[in-house]
């Protein structure tokens, strides 16, 4: 059975800095993409960023230079590290995997939307709430 959690989600002010983790566990895809994903309140949910198995990294414009997402193979937990943050970053992060590895090497596709995280982004953890304050 596929699980991921992640964790540290919280409130900080504008300008300051989060770290989220995602451990992921009965996942045995060889040729793997993994991301995070947000959603507001009452809006969409967006992607953030994304990284394969191959390390080929993707960000959305919204959080490129800030965000640095990360994949630790031995212990497979992803990262994301959240620099420099803004009120419009607040919302709950959720981090996914992908089924057979579709999105490998198309984690640009992914981010930007052309490819749908619906169609193969098949693992989901709950959630970690972000809250920056300004």
């Known amino acids: 059975q596929v699980r991921l959690v992640e964790s540290g989600g919280g409130s900080v002010e504008a300008g300051g800095s989060l770290s989220l983790s995602c451990s992921v566990s009965g996942y045995t895809d060889t040729e793997w993409t993994m991301g995070w994903f947000r959603q507001a309140p009452g809006k969409q949910r967006e992607a953030v960023a994304a990284?394969?198995?191959?390390?080929?990294?993707a960000y959305a414009d919204s959080v490129k230079g800030r965000f640095t997402i990360s994949h630790d193979s031995a212990k497979n937990i992803l990262y994301l590290q959240m620099n420099n943050l803004k009120p419009e970053d607040s919302g709950t992060y959720f981090c996914a995997a992908d089924r057979d590895g579709v999105y490998r090497g198309h984690v640009d596709e992914l981010v930007a939307g052309t490819w749908s995280m619906h169609y193969a982004m098949d693992y989901w953890g709950k959630g970690t709430t972000v809250t920056i304050s300004s």
């Open positions: 990284i394969d198995v191959y390390g080929t990294t």
